[in-house]
């Protein structure tokens, strides 16, 4: 996977400070978030069979049902994440247990 230029000139628009990029509230630990919750839809996708904001096939009773908040302990501190629920309970994400 290659990062374009252009990408990486709009993430950082706005870093003028080293804590801006890597500071508790800066661009790197917004960035493992985000990624982390997008993974995690996806997973989820995966598990219920239909993408998010589509119908679901008409044989598929388990639905999406919010999220939960969740707290990652690691290297950058806290990370607070939204981990996806579905209706029924059987999802288990497999990035974060």
């Given at each position: 996977?290659?990062?374009?230029?252009?990408?990486?000139?709009?993430?950082?628009?706005?870093?003028?400070?080293p804590e801006d990029l890597l500071g508790n509230n800066g661009l790197m630990k917004e960035l493992k978030i985000k990624l982390m919750e997008r993974m995690l839809g996806a997973e989820l996708t995966?598990?219920?069979g239909y993408e998010d904001g589509k119908e679901a096939p008409?044989?598929?009773?388990?639905?999406?049902?919010?999220?939960s908040a969740k707290r990652l302990k690691g290297q950058d501190g806290e990370l607070p994440i939204?981990?996806?629920r579905d209706r029924d309970g059987?999802?288990?994400p497999e990035l974060v247990k």
């Open positions: 996977m290659t990062i374009s230029k252009e990408l990486l000139d709009e993430l950082l628009k706005g870093c003028e400070r995966a598990h219920l008409p044989d598929q009773v388990n639905r999406r049902n919010g999220s939204a981990v996806p059987s999802f288990e």
